[in-house]
């Protein structure tokens, strides 16, 4: 990718409680996001990029879904059976697009 830039928020960047392997993960994920913060880099990828291995980048993903940076969901396939796994950057890395608001659930 030539040019553009990622926002990212900085309570992200501050978090002492994320290694920092998991927040230079996180900051690549946001950078390979759509609008709805779906992100698709493949590990080889997030590898090369960072320069960590596979085993890092792994525990790295597990630790900002854990945080609540990111969500995962696999993808169903036929027969049951499951496909990829995606993943969702969420809010707390990446601010929303420009005319989107937050959804707020509604009291009980």
Request: no cysteine; net charge positive; proline share 6%.
């Given at each position: 990718?030539a040019?553009?830039?990622t926002q990212?928020q ?11 392997e ?7 994920y946001a950078r390979?996001?759509?609008r ?5 880099p493949g590990?080889k990828l997030l ?12 525990r ?9 940076y ?9 027969q ?5 796994v ?14 989107k608001?937050?959804t ?5």
């Amino acid at each position: 990718m030539a040019g553009g830039f990622t926002q990212i928020q900085n309570s992200f960047l501050d978090d002492k409680k994320l290694s920092p392997e998991a927040r230079l993960i996180g900051v690549f994920y946001a950078r390979f996001a759509n609008r709805e913060g779906w992100a698709y880099p493949g590990i080889k990828l997030l590898m090369r990029l960072s320069g960590y291995g596979r085993d890092k980048v792994k525990r790295a993903r597990r630790e900002l879904v854990k945080g609540g940076y990111m969500e995962m969901r696999r993808r169903p396939r036929q027969q049951g059976h499951f496909g990829r796994v995606e993943y969702r950057v969420t809010e707390k890395i990446r601010p929303l697009p420009f005319g989107k608001k937050p959804t707020v659930p509604k009291s009980v």
